[in-house]
């Protein structure tokens, strides 16, 4: 729903003739005198989407200026995607689901979702963007074999059943199950989003349906592919932003075509917000995205070649950073990480090994290990002390969190740990020695990383250290990433590390498949979330009672609608993690280094780096920061 607030502002900025009086980007009024471009009160959708800033303790900005990003590879322009976080629904600042692209949405039982368009709203192009766009997506692309192989995204399944898709008129259309979809409006609103939309009018003169056969048959000689399908996935790229033709609804527009060194995005001219002031956003004309080697990020950013950093810099980056804030003319801001851990180890629960499966199975043994963990010389040696220590679980800053999820099991205790791997009967040569398998073969627990850094090596050292205490060897094997994730799914590793969960700040609301098998990317039960994610073609069912019932939780909460039903299987299954120690969390809440050009307004002091929810800036909204002119510090920002 539209927020009061933007309805009276909406009033105040009309004229007494009824003419909006929308302000034009000066880098625009060149276009718009020669008639390139129609005037901005033309180009915004009828009802624009007004920024509340004041209400956000914003400053409205003044115009100009580029802006200066580094990123590690030319594929990383699809982070334009993210950072400008233009989507149907996304969220605001308390995680809450609001329209954006929308002016408006309801849903009814959880199952009947009806979009309402901005009238007038406008591609990047200046085409219109409508609900032909919605229904080219569904019937043009989800549902051609040719174009999608797989079937429909499984955003849109609801446990086997596809929507009912209606175009209500030009500007509504409704999607409905016959049962709740939860995870409709949180993958609309992701960092990484689903698109059920697409520029038809563009697309279309790549599509067999549409395109003159002899045309088509050229356009795709000529691009070197295959067929038409693979010329139109090519074109069809919203997310990988690498298509500079590719009409978007972004912020800024891509205008360089890959490879290249320097990526220049651009102002779109038709983008749908505004500020209060009446000002059509973005406020900054470009973003100049460089491409340089990750490693060397940090002192590139150190000598003042970035304007807003955050991606490729670490904790242990900040001295360095901290120390050349005056010659870079920036400031440092230590936001907080939105992980549940900065680095959880996952013993595989469908590892091939049968002795190990079974042992880590045994809910004491994963507890010992737990209590065997001495988060606080992590937390003072690898972070200073600015970390909280704990399990890997929801933050404080999450309305379902409780301070017993976290210190659950999470105690440093080497005699309680001792005494769990004694009950057991894992046996130990001598008093101190090591500890044998039952099968008699030495306790040595490979840890396999995908060598995501120094501060991950050093955390793996200090753990080897307390669990020598235990009678249990660790030793760290680092591998390539693609190799990394196969190994885990095929259940050659023991345990693997990696990030803890992904959404640390969870409402009754969020969906809560991270704590259940839902998919093979979680490193605990890969087989089992495989099991779920192919419908029992693929992977192995749940054969153990804490999963079922987790499972059950999981799907008890995708059929309930009401939010206190929903908030009590949250807890149910947040308690059963907190108490089986599914995975093992060390600390979380690490200050991520976010450096800010002392010009750059609007960017908060304190926040959370997250990427789903939040999309690291996105969230944060970059087309209302701005450059202030003259401005000195970082600091009176």
């Known amino acids: 729903m539209i927020r009061p607030i933007a309805i009276l502002l909406a009033m105040m900025l009309l004229s007494p003739t009824g003419a909006k009086a929308w302000l034009e980007p000066p880098a625009l ?24 800033l004041r209400e956000q303790g914003l400053e409205p900005g003044e115009y100009g200026g580029d802006l200066r990003i580094l990123m590690s590879g030319a594929k990383d322009v699809r982070m334009m995607v993210v950072y400008g976080y233009a989507r149907l629904v996304g969220y605001d600042r308390d995680y809450k689901i609001v329209p954006d ?4 949405f309801e849903v009814e039982e959880g199952r009947i979702f009806t979009f309402h368009l901005r009238p007038g709203h406008r591609w990047s192009d200046g085409k219109p963007f409508t609900a032909d766009d919605f229904r080219y997506f569904w019937e043009d692309v989800a549902n051609n074999p040719e174009l999608s192989p797989t079937g429909i995204p499984t955003e849109l399944m609801v446990e086997g059943e596809a929507p009912s898709f209606e175009v209500i008129d030009p500007v509504t259309v409704r999607y409905s199950w016959s049962k709740p979809n939860p995870t409709f409006l949180p993958a609309l609103a992701g960092a990484s989003p689903l698109y059920v939309y697409r520029p038809a009018h563009y697309l279309k003169k790549y599509h067999a349906r549409y395109a003159d056969e002899a045309e088509l048959k050229q356009a795709v000689e000529e691009a070197g592919q295959r067929n038409w399908a693979a010329l139109h996935g090519r074109k069809d790229n919203q997310y990988k932003n690498d298509n500079p033709k590719l009409p978007t609804l972004d912020p800024w527009m ?9 990526f220049v995005f651009v102002r779109n001219p038709y983008y749908h917000r505004v500020d209060e002031t009446g000002r ?22 150190g000598a003042g070649e970035a304007d807003l950093q955050a991606r490729y810099l670490r904790f242990d980056h900040y001295t360095f950073l901290k120390a050349g804030e005056p010659r870079g003319k920036y400031g440092v801001r230590l936001w907080r990480s939105g992980t549940g851990s900065q680095l959880a180890l996952y013993p595989n629960l469908n590892a091939h090994d049968p ?26 040696v690898i972070f200073y002390g600015l970390a909280q220590e704990g399990q890997n679980t929801v933050l404080p800053q999450s309305p379902l969190y409780r301070p017993d999820y976290r210190s659950s099991w999470a105690a440093y205790d080497l005699e309680q740990a001792n005494r769990l791997l004694d009950e057991i009967g894992l046996a130990r040569d001598g008093e101190d020695g090591p500890r044998r398998l039952p099968d008699g073969r030495p306790m040595e627990i490979i840890v396999e990383s995908a060598g995501e850094g120094t501060e991950e090596s050093d955390i793996l050292r200090l753990i080897a250290d307390s669990w020598e205490q235990l009678g249990i060897s660790l030793f760290t094997k680092v591998e390539q990433r693609e190799v990394f994730r196969n190994r885990i799914f095929a259940g050659e590793t023991l345990m693997s590390v990696w990030t803890g969960l992904e959404n640390g700040v969870p409402t009754p609301l969020s969906l809560p498949s991270e704590l259940a098998p839902t998919s093979q990317q979680h490193l605990q039960w890969p087989k ?25 939780l999981y799907m008890d909460w995708r059929h309930a609608v009401e939010p206190a039903e929903k908030e009590r299987l949250w807890h149910a299954m947040l308690q059963l993690h907190a108490d089986q120690v599914f995975s093992i969390g060390t600390v979380t809440e690490v200050p991520q280094p976010v450096v800010v050009s002392a010009r750059l307004r609007n960017v908060p002091k304190e926040a959370l780096y997250t990427w789903d929810p939040g999309a690291h800036l996105g969230m944060y909204r970059p087309d209302c920061f701005w450059f202030s002119e003259g401005a000195e510090t970082a600091a009176a920002n």
Request: proline share 9%; no cysteine.
């Open 29 to 52: 009024q060149n276009e718009v005198a020669a008639g390139n471009l129609p005037p901005v009160e033309e180009r915004l959708p009828q009802v624009p989407l007004i920024a509340p």
């Open 101 to 104: 692209i929308l002016e408006r």
């Open 254 to 262: 891509n205008t360089t075509k890959g490879p290249a060194e320097r």
């Open 280 to 301: 059509q956003l973005p406020y900054l004309d470009r973003v100049l995205m460089t491409v340089a080697d990750g490693k060397i990020i940090p002192a590139k950013v």
């Open 355 to 380: 002795v190990w499966r079974s042992l880590f199975r045994d809910a004491r043994f994963r507890r010992a290990l737990s209590l065997g963990l001495d988060r606080h010389e992590i937390n003072q």
């Open 528 to 552: 089992w979330g495989q099991y779920y994610e192919t419908q029992g073609k693929a992977g192995e069912a749940p054969d153990m009672p804490e999963a079922k019932q987790l499972m059950s």
